[in-house]
């Protein structure tokens, strides 16, 4: 039977919340969730993460770290070897050992996840166990925790799903009688956390961060946490913490100033806050936005674009750029389309639009370039092909790197896709 279901391309109305997804179940070309280690490594500033994996996986955070070589990592690999892959040496003692040594060596770490791989799980490595039994042993200077980033069981952004998710169950219980406190949940830049706590403090509701930049700095959850998610590919986090009694306010995500605005306002409407009062403390930068888009958008406007499934950030990327930058949307493919907390983007694109979900490479490249796009944001893998076709790529990592939430940096994330259509015009002249 083939994996690929009709669709229905009539156009209809209140968007694309009930519309037909093309689901698509065949040859990937994604990074693993190991990748997530380089913006996580970044924010959480005294963790460690130790990749239980073989050589290529320490090659490929290395060169996805690219040049941030630090005299003190914050990262490494602890290399399963031909021997521990033929059951020859107890992996587990050899694990045991080189944490020690790490420890011993580095008494600023404060958090150890160990990050499971494809080998790890070959062989069968039960980090978990690990993971408590290291934590007994160092307890209670180091949190010790784990998490599968491998290829086999994640695509890129999940990784930061499975490291949050592996960290809820560590969060402090808020007091029955606390008072209602925000959570914003998903990795963001510094620079953007600090803006939006600015805001958040303008706006009179009391706001916690997760991750935190220091490990002994984690939010307490109980029933009065309400929750923002700053991503969109936080299932199995979102999961954990309303296990614990969170509970999420639906929003858009906070690309764009449209989608910044409604992510501010589910916060304002659960705490009491005034529109009034919201509108009168984003004044400024929304006009600041404004103006930077108004450039942008000259360049963008009418631009056919095509999404490749890559980072789950591809139907709250196609709102922003089709409703604020004037896009036409050919197609938005996503690894995993989450209905319930894409439900308020999907209500915002344009009726009609063809949604994908999963990934089909031979497919995609064939209905990518029967379309013609003008852009098309894909994966490494597909980047270079796809140029030398003629077509112009953007890479769905970067927008992963860079910090494009809120109203500062609207305009950066629509230069992201600005940049190189003129590059290509500059090339065509
Ligand atoms: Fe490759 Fe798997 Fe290691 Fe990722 S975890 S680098 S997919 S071997």
New binding site residues.
């Given amino acids: 039977m083939s994996p690929v279901i009709p669709l229905r391309l009539q156009p209809q109305d209140g968007g694309c919340a009930d519309a037909p997804v093309l689901r698509e179940r065949g040859q990937r070309e994604v990074?693993?969730?190991?990748t997530g280690i380089i913006w996580l490594h970044r924010k959480i500033q005294d963790a460690f993460f130790l990749?239980v994996?073989?050589r290529?996986?320490a090659?490929?955070i290395q060169s996805a770290a690219g040049v941030m070589i630090f005299a003190e990592p914050r990262f490494a690999t602890a290399i399963i070897d031909e021997r521990d892959l033929a059951g020859l040496a107890d992996a587990n003692e050899e694990l045991d050992r080189v944490v020690t040594r790490l420890l011993e060596r580095r008494p600023d770490i404060k958090m150890l996840f160990l990050v499971g791989?494809?080998?790890s799980e070959v062989i069968k490595l039960d980090l978990s166990r690990a993971a408590s039994r290291l934590s007994q042993r160092f307890n209670p200077s180091v949190r010790v925790l784990n998490y599968s980033?491998?290829?086999?069981e994640t695509t890129f952004t999940q990784g930061e799903d499975a490291c949050l998710a592996s960290l809820v169950p560590e969060l402090p219980p808020a007091p029955a009688s606390s008072a209602p406190e925000l959570m914003v949940v998903g990795t963001l830049a510094d620079v953007v956390e600090d803006q939006f706590a600015r805001v958040f403090n303008q706006l009179g509701i009391p706001v916690r961060f997760f991750p935190p930049r220091q490990a002994n700095a984690l939010p307490p959850v109980g029933a009065h946490t309400r929750y923002l998610l700053a991503q969109p590919f936080l299932a199995d986090t979102a999961r954990a913490l309303e296990g614990r009694g969170a509970q999420r306010l639906p929003a858009p995500f906070p690309l764009g100033v449209e989608g910044t605005m409604a992510w501010l306002a589910a916060a304002c409407d659960a705490f009491g806050v005034s529109r009034a009062q919201l509108e009168a403390v984003t004044a400024a930068a929304r006009e600041r936005a404004g103006a930077a888009l108004a450039r942008q958008r000259a360049q963008l406007e009418n631009k056919r674009i095509f999404f490749f499934p890559d980072s789950q950030l591809e139907v709250p990327l196609a709102r922003f750029l089709s409703r604020e930058m004037g896009m036409q949307l050919v197609e938005v493919g996503t690894p995993y389309l989450h209905r319930q907390h894409l439900a308020e983007e999907l209500t915002m694109l344009p009726a009609g639009t063809r949604l994908s979900e999963g990934q089909h490479v031979e497919n995609q490249l064939d209905r990518c370039q029967a379309e013609q796009p003008d852009i098309v944001v894909c994966g490494l893998g597909l980047a270079n092909p796809l140029e030398a076709q003629g077509l112009t790529t953007k890479w769905a990592i970067e927008l992963v790197f860079t910090p494009i939430q809120g109203f500062d940096q609207a305009a950066d994330l629509a230069e992201l896709f600005s940049r190189p259509l003129t590059r290509r015009l500059k090339l065509a002249a």
């Fill in positions: 990074f693993c969730g190991l990749v994996g073989s290529t996986c090659h490929l791989s494809c080998p980033g491998s290829g086999i």
